[in-house]
């Protein structure tokens, strides 16, 4: 008998033979050595995060690109290929603007706001706080707007609802809104559809500077009385000049008639909390209902509108501007054309320390402890890509326009996009993520020592502020995942410390003093979300089969398509396709999860070297990697096209989130109004929409053709 060998023949075999039988360490040795104190370093993560704070970088701005170059320079020095992608985008920067009020005809004297953050006595940055730009709403129309002020609480569609119902007319006049529960775009385009004409937005004490008994920064972490929260208000995601394309050198865009369409139609200012106050004392007309009114020792809140006249201008100017992402390539040794990619925004509206220079520099240790794996022999079977991304505080511009560029590749090759924007604001781990990660995260919990009690665990921590380890959900537009999750559908994860939020958000205050004194005194923080990102990226990367479990999201679906049953089941609208959908992507969850442990127990034979088992993993692999993409649709969301997820995406009315559900949760909105049977009709609609989708799921996820 003959036998012919070939070099490659050969070579496979030595391979073989070296995996099997040479000592060698496996994957799991080197996440343990990941999360060693020996690889940590809490004196990096603060010079990292001083280095990157300690000029304002807005986007598109020298200090930025400075900012760029610190990323660069550190992920080079730890040997990760790394390279800057520049996009040139439209950014809006303020020109001038003012605000007066007229208490009213019996009080005429005008009050001239200064629209001033005031520097904190020993403020080390005192030197460049020149640097931060005017207040502003990035995007913001410019003129000028004069009317009488009425009072609209949060501005949500309700509370607009409430008003009308309490018999008050807001037409022609300037809505005056507190910050929070939805984005500030939202209450701008709320305000719009109002009938305002103008929109003054403050942070309210009793939110943000610590209410009744609260000391404020610097003498405690409360938003100081100037404090101004800054940011944008532009409701589309990405360079507006570019919807759903790459804003690169020489590409199409919009016209200016096309782009008016697109931008904010009424004036708006944000203003502090003091000014904002101020304004409140001046309007008369009915209470406000209790819980709309402000601190006990603050004024009653009444609606309006008037006698109060605010008389609000704004001028801002509109340029294309060039920005930078800086992305880190750590090449898969296994599968290289697989890819777990970590994402952070860089620029920051004023210092930035805990938005979201805490998270860069978080990612910085990160890179920095792969580095020091990769001494050890580690190589990641899958391809690892560090983003840090620009321009994100005015649309989640860098990483929308990435992924706009790069979307084929991505849906066909990327297993899941990790993300971190604030890393710390305080105490309390938070986790949000599509539903098949949920058992990942809180396995990773369980690895990490709790930065605020060596005795236990983060995932013991979490258990007792939560019970149920709840994992959020990313059915808000806020950060970077958006474009991954709800445009691509790609499975993605948001990980920090700040369960009870931070009152200096976007404001002269976010510097590293505030962080050192209140947000992490010690670092711990940063390395506990560097150890939760790091090991769930190790995790995606390295384990043969993706650690998903589908289970947990059929679970989720059907909870919510309870609810909402339970909500319309008086309104003719049948919500069994969807319960059946979801049935149906169980059945698949269950069988994937059957075949995984096949494969597992056949892997520990001697016979899982040969081909076809190898086949089968990267088979099972790209049907848990790809079912994410089938819940979404080409057309996307009725009134934001641009979102094309049907289960996770923000509302028409907020784009702060929704839970699950957005394309049904408008129609029932706008069906509860209008009460007619078209409108119920729409309803159906989506709800067929959103069952087709889920059949989609369970087909891929089944791996066989209906």
């Not at 750590?330 to 990619?341: C, L, M, N, Q």
């Not at 474009?483 to 510097?511: K, R």
Request: with cysteine; aromatic share 10%.
């Amino acid at each position: 008998m003959s036998f012919d060998l070939t070099l490659s023949t050969f070579l496979t075999i030595i391979s073989a033979f070296t995996t099997i039988f040479l000592p060698s360490h496996p994957k799991s040795y080197y996440h343990s050595l990941f999360l060693s104190p020996s690889l940590s370093s809490n004196d990096s993560l603060s010079h990292d995060l001083l280095s990157l704070t300690r000029r304002p970088h807005v986007a598109g701005t020298p200090a930025n690109s400075h900012t760029a170059s610190y990323v660069l320079s550190q992920l080079t020095s730890y040997n990760i290929p790394s390279r800057l992608k520049s996009y040139s985008v439209l950014l809006t920067y303020p020109v001038s603007r003012s605000l007066t009020l007229t208490p009213s005809l019996q009080h005429p004297l005008p009050e001239v706001f200064s629209l001033q953050q005031e520097i904190y006595k020993g403020d080390p940055f005192a030197d460049v706080a020149g640097e931060v730009l005017p207040t502003f709403h990035a995007y913001a129309k410019s003129g000028t707007a004069t009317g009488p002020a009425v009072y609209v609480n949060y501005g949500q569609m309700e509370d607009y609802r409430t008003l009308e119902e309490m018999g008050v007319d807001v037409k022609g006049t300037i809505a005056v809104a507190k910050y929070g529960r939805i984005f500030r775009g939202d209450i701008v385009q709320n305000a719009y559809e109002a009938g305002c004409i103008g929109v003054i937005v403050y942070t309210d004490r009793k939110d943000f500077g610590g209410g009744d008994s609260g000391n404020w920064f610097p003498n405690g972490r409360w938003m100081p009385p100037t404090g101004v929260q800054v940011g944008s208000v532009l409701l589309v995601k990405g360079d507006p000049t570019t919807p759903g394309w790459a804003s690169t050198e020489g590409c199409e865009r919009l016209s200016d008639e096309e782009l008016v369409e697109v931008l904010p139609k009424i004036p708006s200012l944000p203003v502090s909390g003091q000014d904002g106050e101020t304004i409140i004392k001046s309007i008369g007309g009915k209470v406000a209902k209790d819980d709309w009114q402000g601190s006990k020792d603050g004024p009653v809140y009444r609606v309006g509108p008037g006698p109060a006249v605010l008389n609000l201008t704004y001028l801002g100017k509109q340029t294309i501007a060039s920005i930078e992402n800086v992305i880190g390539v750590i090449e898969g040794a296994e599968e290289p054309d697989r890819y777990v990619v970590l994402g952070n925004h860089r620029d920051a509206w004023t210092f930035g320390a805990a938005d979201p220079n805490s998270g860069t520099a978080t990612l910085l240790e990160v890179a920095k402890r792969l580095q020091k794996l990769a001494l050890e022999g580690w190589k990641p079977r899958r391809t690892i890509i560090l983003c840090n991304w620009d321009a994100e505080e005015y649309a989640l511009i860098g990483s929308t326009e990435w992924a706009e560029e790069n979307s084929k590749i991505l849906i066909s090759r990327a297993v899941a996009y990790l993300n971190v924007d604030i890393a710390v604001a305080g105490p309390g781990f938070r986790a949000d993520a599509t539903p098949q990660l949920d058992e990942l995260i809180r396995e990773a919990a369980k690895q990490v020592q709790d930065p605020d009690n060596s005795s236990q665990t983060v995932y013991d921590s979490w258990a007792k502020s939560s019970p149920s380890l709840e994992v959020g959900r990313l059915g808000g537009g806020g950060s970077d995942f958006a474009a991954f999750v709800q445009h691509l559908g790609i499975p993605a994860a948001d990980f920090s410390y700040e369960t009870g939020g931070y009152p200096v958000y976007h404001s002269l205050y976010d510097d590293f003093v505030w962080m050192k004194q209140f947000g992490d005194p010690g670092f711990h923080r940063h390395v506990a979300v560097a150890s939760i990102w790091g090991l769930v990226a190790l995790r995606l990367a390295d384990d043969e089969i993706l650690p998903f479990n589908y289970v947990s999201y059929a679970t989720e679906l059907k909870n919510g398509a309870k609810e909402l049953e339970d909500r319309i089941s008086d309104k003719g609208v049948d919500v069994n396709p969807l319960l059946k959908a979801i049935e149906e992507l169980q059945g698949a969850a269950n069988k994937i999860n059957g075949e995984i442990e096949g494969v597992k127990r056949s892997k520990r034979q001697i016979s899982s070297m040969w081909k076809d088992e190898n086949i089968k993993v990267r088979e099972l692999n790209d049907r848990l990697m790809m079912t994410e993409r089938a819940f979404t649709d080409p057309d996307g969301l009725p009134a934001k096209p641009w979102y094309k997820h049907l289960i996770y995406a923000p509302t028409k009315h907020n784009g702060y989130g929704s839970r699950y559900f957005p394309g049904i949760e408008d129609a029932v909105e706008e069906a509860s109004g209008l009460k007619t049977t078209d409108s119920w009709r729409a309803v159906q609609h989506q709800i067929w929409r959103v069952s087709r989708a889920i059949k989609h799921a369970s087909i891929v996820l089944s791996g066989h053709l209906a």
